[in-house]
């Protein structure tokens, strides 16, 4: 099975701080994907990169979010004003190329106060 | 955009038995239909796929259906184990000009296997 890791697991900010999460792709994919879940329900997209380039994300995180791939092994998502509503579990998914299978990693838990 | 509608949102099932979850979708440029597991604590699994030029595709216990007409498909599990207990979901991928393979999921179906 791949092994997509994502650092931290959990997150807890106040409210108006900033947040930011990892994420390693499995060796060799290429597309690395961002969802948003709450409450273990429908999972939202949010980003996507392919070779380390975004090719397309909602309005939502062009407002308030940031996502970046330095590199192939690494990507980060970050939100730059905390809000209550941006407690979910957000998940990064990596795959061969963009019509792939998509692997998950294990989430980070952000919960904002 | 795409809209996946999956049923039911909840089963409860005795061990041994058959469950059957059904998933729609809005989009006829929905290629790709990968569906996962997600049990409490633990990352998303994939469990079984299927494109739009399949009809059925199976991986032992699961069987996965698709009609392209309806814009519909099936997932059935057979024998049911404790371990299947989990949410299910149905997920939907375009290739609407190469751009982007990103999922559109259903809500989920959490599936109870009771002893």
């Known amino acids: 099975d791949a092994a997509v890791t994502q650092k931290p697991r959990y997150l807890i900010k106040m409210k108006g701080q900033e947040a930011e999460m990892k994420c390693i792709p499995e060796?060799?994919?290429?597309?690395v994907f961002w969802y948003q879940q709450k409450q273990s329900k429908e999972l939202k997209f949010l980003i996507y990169?392919?070779?380390?380039?975004?090719?397309?994300q909602i309005d939502m995180v062009k407002e308030r979010f940031s996502a970046v791939c330095p590199s192939s092994s690494l990507c980060s998502l970050g939100i730059r004003t905390c809000e209550a509503e941006d407690s979910a579990l957000y998940l990064c998914?990596?795959?061969?190329?963009?019509?792939?299978?998509?692997?998950f990693g294990p989430g980070t838990r952000l919960l904002v106060l | 955009g795409e809209q996946v509608e999956q049923l039911p949102s909840s089963l409860i099932v005795q061990e041994g038995a058959s469950v059957l979850i059904n998933c729609s979708y809005t989009?006829?440029?929905?290629?790709?239909f990968p569906w996962y597991k997600q049990e409490p604590g633990k990352r998303l699994q994939f469990i079984i796929d299927?494109?739009?030029?399949?009809e059925r595709k199976q991986n032992q216990r699961l069987t996965l259906l698709f009609d392209k007409k309806t814009k519909h498909l099936s997932l059935h599990i057979t024998a049911t184990q404790p371990g299947d207990s989990a949410i299910y979901f149905c997920?939907?991928?375009?290739?609407?000009?190469?751009?982007?393979?990103?999922?559109?999921f259903g809500e989920g179906t959490q599936v109870t296997v009771i002893s």
């Open positions: 997920s939907a991928s375009s290739n609407t000009g190469g751009l982007s393979g990103k999922l559109t």
């Open positions: 060796k060799g994919h290429t597309a």
């Open positions: 990169f392919q070779n380390q380039q975004p090719l397309d």
């Open positions: 998914s990596s795959s061969p190329t963009d019509q792939d299978t998509q692997y």
């Open positions: 989009d006829s440029a929905s290629v790709y």
């Open positions: 299927i494109r739009s030029n399949m």
